[in-house]
C-alpha cells in the first residue's frame, strides 16, 4: 500500500510518538510531553511525507529527551521571535546583522503580529501587515526587509515541525525600485581630491574612489595590512556602529577578504599619511591612544561612521558640489574602472562582492552603456554612409 494511501495510525514504540496521515494528505506526528502544570501536554510536528514527519519527530523527542522547552500549542508569534533571536539567530549572524533583526522585529513585526497563536498565522496576517506598513510611508526596501527576517525565522519554525508552512515565504512583497546610480565624474572626483590636499582625512578619500572599499573596511584598516614593498593593502575586518557604539568584526565573507594592489599615487596619499599621523602622536604624547589604525582622531582613537558622514557632507558643501553619500564614492570607483575598460568580474573581486550576479545587477546599466558606445565607434569605422 503506498505511503499516500495508508490512512491508519502509525504507533512507534513506547514514548516515541506516533504518525498519522490526516485527511488533506499531510502527515502528523505526535509526542506525548508528559504532564506540565496539572495538564497533559502534546507536541504535533507535520510533513508532507510519512519520512518527513518522521525526521521532525525525531528532532522534537530528542529535545524532549534533552530538556528543551516544546512549543506549547498557543505560544504566540512573540513568544517565538523572541526565543528565535536569542537562541538561534544571535550564534548565526554577525552582531550587525543581529541588531537589525531584532529592530525590525521590536518595531514593525511584534507590535501587528506579537499576539496572534504561532501554528495560527496565515498569509493574510503578513499581506496585511507589510501594507500598512507601505502606508504609514515606510519604503518598499523596508517592508521586504522585514518580510526576509520573518521568512528566515518562521523557516527555522518549519523545520522544527512548530508550523505547517511558511506563511511569510507565501507572500509577495512590495517591489523595491533599483535606484540609478549617478557617480561622481573624473572632474568632479578631482575637483574633490583636490579640495581635500590640506585635510587630515583626505588618504581616506583617495584610498575609497581608487579601490572602493566600503567605509567599514576603510575605518578598520591597520598599518600591518599595509605592504609598502609589495603596494598591497589587505582588507581583513570592518567597523560597524551597534545600537551607538562602534564594533570591529571580521569581514562577512570570503570575498570580502582580499588583497588589492595599490596605484603608486595611493601610496605617496598613504605615505604622507603617515607623516601626518606621527606629527599628531607627537603633539599629542602621553595623551595618544596607541592604537594601529590607518585612520585616526587626532588622539589616536577610532574614527567613528558618523564623523565620516559628517566630515563628507561638510566637504561637499563647502567645495559647492552636488550632494553624494560616502558610501557613493565606492560606486565612483566602479564605474571609473568599467570606463576603462574593467570588466564586471575585475570589479567584483575589487568590491569584494559574493557574486558576479550583484555587481551585474547594480552596475549592469554601465556595462550597457560601454557596448553601445563600441557599437558606435565600430559604426564610425567601418560603416557606410547610405
Given at each position: 500500500?503506498?505511503?499516500?494511501?495508508?490512512?491508519?495510525?502509525?504507533?512507534?514504540?513506547?514514548?516515541?510518538?506516533?504518525?498519522?496521515?490526516?485527511?488533506?494528505?499531510?502527515?502528523?506526528?505526535?509526542?506525548?510531553?508528559?504532564?506540565?502544570?496539572?495538564?497533559?501536554?502534546?507536541?504535533?510536528?507535520?510533513?508532507?511525507?510519512?519520512?518527513?514527519?518522521?525526521?521532525?519527530?525525531?528532532?522534537?523527542?530528542?529535545?524532549?529527551?534533552?530538556?528543551?522547552?516544546?512549543?506549547?500549542?498557543?505560544?504566540?508569534?512573540?513568544?517565538?521571535?523572541?526565543?528565535?533571536?536569542?537562541?538561534?539567530?544571535?550564534?548565526?549572524?554577525?552582531?550587525?546583522?543581529f541588531?537589525?533583526?531584532?529592530?525590525?522585529?521590536?518595531?514593525?513585526?511584534?507590535?501587528v503580529?506579537?499576539r496572534?497563536?504561532?501554528?495560527?498565522?496565515?498569509?493574510?496576517?503578513?499581506?496585511?501587515?507589510?501594507?500598512?506598513?507601505?502606508?504609514?510611508?515606510?519604503?518598499?526596501r523596508?517592508?521586504?526587509?522585514?518580510?526576509?527576517?520573518?521568512?528566515?525565522?518562521?523557516?527555522?519554525?518549519?523545520?522544527?515541525?512548530?508550523v505547517a508552512?511558511?506563511?511569510?515565504?507565501?507572500?509577495?512583497?512590495?517591489?523595491?525600485?533599483?535606484?540609478?546610480?549617478?557617480?561622481?565624474?573624473?572632474?568632479?572626483?578631482?575637483?574633490?581630491?583636490?579640495?581635500?590636499?590640506?585635510?587630515?582625512?583626505?588618504?581616506?578619500?583617495?584610498?575609497?574612489?581608487?579601490?572602493?572599499?566600503?567605509?567599514?573596511?576603510?575605518?578598520?584598516?591597520?598599518?600591518?595590512?599595509?605592504?609598502?614593498?609589495?603596494?598591497?593593502?589587505?582588507?581583513?575586518?570592518?567597523?560597524?556602529?551597534?545600537?551607538?557604539?562602534?564594533v570591529?568584526?571580521?569581514?562577512?565573507?570570503?570575498?570580502?577578504?582580499?588583497?588589492?594592489?595599490?596605484?603608486?599615487?595611493?601610496?605617496?596619499?598613504?605615505?604622507?599619511?603617515?607623516g601626518?599621523?606621527i606629527?599628531?602622536?607627537?603633539?599629542a604624547?602621553?595623551?595618544?591612544?596607541?592604537?594601529?589604525?590607518?585612520?585616526?582622531?587626532?588622539?589616536?582613537?577610532?574614527?567613528?561612521?558618523?564623523t565620516?558622514?559628517?566630515?563628507?557632507?561638510?566637504?561637499?558643501?563647502?567645495?559647492?558640489?552636488?550632494?553624494?553619500?560616502?558610501?557613493?564614492?565606492?560606486?565612483?570607483?566602479?564605474?571609473?574602472?568599467?570606463?576603462?575598460?574593467?570588466?564586471?568580474?575585475?570589479?567584483m573581486?575589487?568590491?569584494?562582492?559574493?557574486?558576479?550576479?550583484?555587481?551585474?545587477?547594480?552596475?549592469?546599466?554601465?556595462?550597457?552603456?560601454?557596448?553601445?558606445?563600441?557599437?558606435?565607434?565600430?559604426?564610425?569605422?567601418?560603416?557606410?554612409?547610405?
Amino acid at each position: 500500500m503506498t505511503e499516500h494511501g495508508n490512512r491508519r495510525n502509525h504507533r512507534r514504540g513506547h514514548g516515541e510518538g506516533s504518525i498519522t496521515q490526516r485527511s488533506d494528505g499531510r502527515w502528523e506526528g505526535r509526542l506525548d510531553c508528559g504532564w506540565q502544570n496539572g495538564r497533559r501536554r502534546y507536541r504535533s510536528v507535520y510533513g508532507r511525507t510519512r519520512r518527513e514527519t518522521a525526521e521532525k519527530l525525531n528532532a522534537a523527542l530528542r529535545e524532549h529527551q534533552d530538556g528543551l522547552p516544546s512549543p506549547s500549542g498557543r505560544m504566540t508569534v512573540g513568544q517565538f521571535l523572541t526565543d528565535w533571536l536569542e537562541n538561534v539567530a544571535r550564534h548565526a549572524v554577525r552582531p550587525s546583522t543581529f541588531s537589525s533583526y531584532e529592530t525590525m522585529i521590536r518595531r514593525h513585526i511584534a507590535p501587528v503580529l506579537g499576539r496572534k497563536v504561532l501554528k495560527s498565522l496565515r498569509p493574510e496576517d503578513v499581506q496585511s501587515m507589510l501594507a500598512a506598513m507601505r502606508t504609514s510611508g515606510l519604503s518598499a526596501r523596508t517592508c521586504q526587509y522585514v518580510r526576509a527576517v520573518l521568512r528566515r525565522a518562521l523557516g527555522h519554525a518549519l523545520r522544527l515541525g512548530h508550523v505547517a508552512r511558511n506563511v511569510a515565504a507565501l507572500v509577495e512583497g512590495p517591489r523595491v525600485e533599483r535606484e540609478e546610480i549617478h557617480p561622481f565624474t573624473p572632474e568632479e572626483v578631482r575637483q574633490l581630491l583636490d579640495g581635500l590636499l590640506d585635510d587630515r582625512l583626505s588618504a581616506l578619500y583617495v584610498l575609497a574612489v581608487s579601490l572602493g572599499l566600503r567605509k567599514g573596511e576603510l575605518l578598520a584598516l591597520k598599518w600591518a595590512d599595509l605592504d609598502f614593498e609589495r603596494g598591497t593593502l589587505s582588507v581583513q575586518r570592518i567597523v560597524q556602529r551597534i545600537r551607538g557604539e562602534l564594533v570591529v568584526a571580521d569581514v562577512k565573507t570570503q570575498r570580502s577578504r582580499r588583497t588589492v594592489s595599490l596605484p603608486s599615487f595611493v601610496m605617496d596619499a598613504l605615505r604622507v599619511h603617515r607623516g601626518r599621523q606621527i606629527l599628531e602622536r607627537e603633539l599629542a604624547g602621553r595623551l595618544w591612544q596607541g592604537s594601529d589604525w590607518v585612520f585616526t582622531t587626532e588622539l589616536g582613537g577610532m574614527v567613528g561612521t558618523s564623523t565620516v558622514n559628517h566630515h563628507f557632507g561638510d566637504t561637499l558643501r563647502r567645495l559647492g558640489m552636488r550632494h553624494q553619500r560616502f558610501h557613493d564614492l565606492r560606486h565612483c570607483c566602479a564605474s571609473l574602472l568599467l570606463s576603462e575598460g574593467l570588466s564586471l568580474r575585475d570589479v567584483m573581486e575589487l568590491r569584494g562582492h559574493s557574486a558576479i550576479a550583484v555587481t551585474a545587477d547594480v552596475y549592469g546599466h554601465l556595462t550597457a552603456e560601454r557596448r553601445q558606445e563600441a557599437a558606435r565607434r565600430m559604426d564610425a569605422l567601418l560603416g557606410t554612409s547610405g
